[in-house]
Structure formats: structure tokens, C-alpha cells
Nanobody, 121 residues
Framework: QVQLVESGGGLVQSGDSLRLSCAAS????????MGWFRQAPGKEREFVGA????????YNADSVKGRFTISRDNAKNTVDLQMNSLKPEDTAVYYC??????????????WGQGTQVTVSS
């Protein structure tokens, strides 16, 4: 069993940066690929980025490619999402998830409760 807790969300202005963190407990994340997803009101949960178990391979959605960076520290059992050049359309609740390396939310087993990111114009 894995428990995930996101933190670092908040209200920022367009163009600002924000770093989200996901802390795990219950079991090491070493054996899990990790993903970041986001969900805006009235929309489906959207893939943001994924990182493999060892952290040497990452993949980001086109909408955030070049702006967001996903990373992990297996020794600390954490996964981060560095968000730069934020845009209002990035506004959403951001979730971290543990599971298989995939862009599909259904391939992830464990989920955090999410953290709100709001980007003003």
C-alpha cells in the first residue's frame, strides 16, 4: 500500500513558477513509475507527465513540454513537478499517482488527494 500527499500548490501569476511535491508513505516508490495529472472543473483528468521507476526517463504532455519538469528522489520517497512559465490554462487540481509508466490514468494504482494550482492572468 502506498499513500501519496501532494503539496506546493497555490495562487500565482501568469509567467510565475511553482514546484509541486508528492510525498509517499507506506512503501517505497522505487518499484513504481510515477505520473502527474491535473483536472480542471468540468474536465477530465489530464495527463501531465510521467517518470519511470529509476527516474532516468521522463515524458511530458505536449501542453506542458518545455515548461514542466518531473523528477523523483527515491531515497526520499518523493516526486516533484517543477512548473515554469505558468499560464492560466494550467489552473487545475494536480494529482500525483503511482503505477505503471503510462500516459493513461487507468494504469496508475495509487493517487494523492491533489493540490490546487491557480494561475491568474
Amino acid at each position: 500500500q502506498v499513500q501519496l500527499v501532494e503539496s506546493g500548490g497555490g495562487l500565482v501569476q501568469s509567467g510565475d513558477s511553482l514546484r509541486l511535491s508528492c510525498a509517499a508513505s507506506g512503501r517505497t516508490l522505487r518499484r513504481y513509475a510515477m505520473g502527474w495529472f491535473r483536472q480542471a472543473p468540468g474536465k477530465e483528468r489530464e495527463f501531465v507527465g510521467a517518470i519511470n521507476t529509476s527516474g532516468d526517463i521522463t515524458y511530458n504532455a505536449d501542453s506542458v513540454k518545455g515548461r514542466f519538469t518531473i523528477s523523483r528522489d527515491n531515497a526520499k520517497n518523493t516526486v516533484d513537478l517543477q512548473m515554469n512559465s505558468l499560464k492560466p490554462e494550467d489552473t487545475a487540481v494536480y494529482y500525483c499517482a503511482a503505477g505503471s509508466y503510462s500516459t493513461n490514468r487507468y494504469d496508475y494504482t495509487y493517487w494523492g488527494q491533489g493540490t490546487q494550482v491557480t494561475v491568474s492572468s
